[in-house]
């Protein structure tokens, strides 16, 4: 016979973990995982508790986690599991809200989609009625809009950004410098877009080496762009 269990609680103490997926938690079955997953902005040790019910009696469980400050190439995927259960909150708000809020939620999942390399299918493609299945649509309205150029790449000390705009812009355009673990580096706002925009990121050398992303986005628009910095 499966039992259920819902934890209806969570807490992190230092509360230094933001970001938490999924939001809402689910219902489980007695032996079934459970993912968690959130953001940090510095290393940390915190302790997890979370509470509920098990055969309608009260449980409490307590873990202790040690937040590293460091890429760790074997857990590479991790930014990908949190991109994936963000997604997965986002489908549920998106179908949950009101129909004028759903172009916001839709340009979120966009720009996680494409900035973590996650597919959120049903949201990143659509089916071609001419017979040729299902197509993928990421960012192609926005390679019709904009015309981006990143260098060097790989890069050492600073990154060159040049922008050109194939129609009118009446939006702030964003530019965020991303880790692989999802944490914004770098921001820079162009508020008045014109039809060619340049700018440079500088004082980068302190970066460690390894995988970086440009992410550059409008409320409606993402378009993230894969660097090496050597």
Known sequence: RLTTQYYYQRKFSPNVIGNIYPSRFPNLYKGKQLIISGRYPEADEVEMTLTGKAFNVPVIYKFNIELNDYPDPDMSILPKIWAK???????LEYYLTALQLQD????????????????????????????????ETQDISLDQLWGVQIGPNPFTDFLDINI??????NEPIIIELIDQLGRVLSTEIISSPRKTNQLRIEDLSGLAPGIYFIQIKTKTHSKAIKLTKV
């Open 85 to 91: 259960q963000k997604i997965d909150d986002l489908k």
């Open 104 to 135: 916001s939620i839709q340009a979120e999942i966009d720009s996680t989609s494409t900035c973590y390399g996650v597919v959120a299918t049903t949201f990143n493609s659509f089916e071609d009625n001419s017979g040729g299945g299902v197509v």
């Open 164 to 169: 050109k705009l194939y129609e009118s812009a």
